[in-house]
T-cell receptor
Framework: DAGVIQSPRHEVTEMGQEVTLRCKPI?????LFWYRQTMMRGLELLIY????????DSGMPEDRFSAKMPNASFSTLKIQPSEPRDSAVYFCASTPRVVGGYTFGSGTRLTVV | GENVEQHPSTLSVQEGDSAVIKCTYS??????FPWYKQELGKRPQLIIDIRSNVGEKKDQRIAVTLNKTAKHFSLHITETQPEDSAVYFCAAKAGGTSYGKLTFGQGTILTVHP
């Protein structure tokens, strides 16, 4: 299994531009999570899905952030418009069951200048 | 919601010594407590976990203990090696309507000096 696959690995964009991060979970994993990691705030849960349905989006910072999961093998996290304070590493993770460890992707390092 | 506090934020030990990292949680309904290791520039990786019906779990040089009454759990690493140097995160999975959601501690930077 190739694990959780995220793309791109690095993204540098200008303030105000739209950014789309992509994630392919491990096949058969029903839960998908988007986390953001910064030095100041650590690992923050943004949103998670169960069977492609958003369950909890209370961690999404504001309306500029949106996430979708159109099918079991693909999810996107979109930021529009992007701001410098969005600079962080964004991780996607998946798990096959409610109680169990996550498998994280390699992350996307986003820099907004 | 769940709140997880982790201490210490940094820990420096000599190779061969033991290292202990402690976490407390707030939601008494939490029932799953994993620990992750994150090396510089890499993804967090699960190293050990414990469920609320177990008090202790061991895997070679690492062990985790859980005290449900006090709502705290700890990671113990024995015979530390330089390759154990990394950031370690504890986490707790809340019960109730937040099922499936892990809340992470702030992390502990462990440095093992040769």
């Amino acid at each position: 299994d190739a694990g959780v696959i995220q793309s791109p690995r690095h993204e540098v964009t200008e303030m105000g531009q739209e950014v789309t991060l992509r994630c392919k979970p491990i096949s058969g994993h029903d839960y998908l999570f988007w986390y953001r990691q910064t030095m100041m705030r650590g690992l923050e849960l943004l949103i998670y899905f169960n069977n492609n349905v958003p369950i909890d989006d209370s961690g999404m910072p504001e309306d500029r952030f949106s996430a979708k999961m159109p099918n079991a093998s693909f999810s996107t996290l979109k930021i529009q418009p992007s701001e410098p304070r969005d600079s962080a590493v964004y991780f996607c993770a998946s798990t096959p069951r409610v109680v169990g460890g996550y498998t994280f992707g390699s992350g996307t390092r986003l820099t907004v200048v | 919601g769940e709140n997880v506090e982790q201490h210490p934020s940094t820990l420096s030990v000599q190779e061969g010594d033991s290292a202990v990292i402690k976490c407390t949680y707030s939601d008494s309904a939490s029932n799953y407590f994993p620990w992750y290791k994150q090396e510089l520039g890499k993804r967090p990786q699960l190293i050990i976990d414990i469920r609320s019906n177990v008090g202790e779990k061991k895997d070679q040089r690492i062990a985790v203990t859980l005290n449900k009454t006090a709502k705290h759990f700890s990671l113990h690493i024995t015979e530390t090696q330089p390759e154990d140097s990394a950031v370690y995160f504890c986490a707790a999975k809340a019960g109730g309507t937040s099922y499936g959601k892990l809340t992470f501690g702030q992390g502990t930077i462990l440095t093992v000096h040769p």
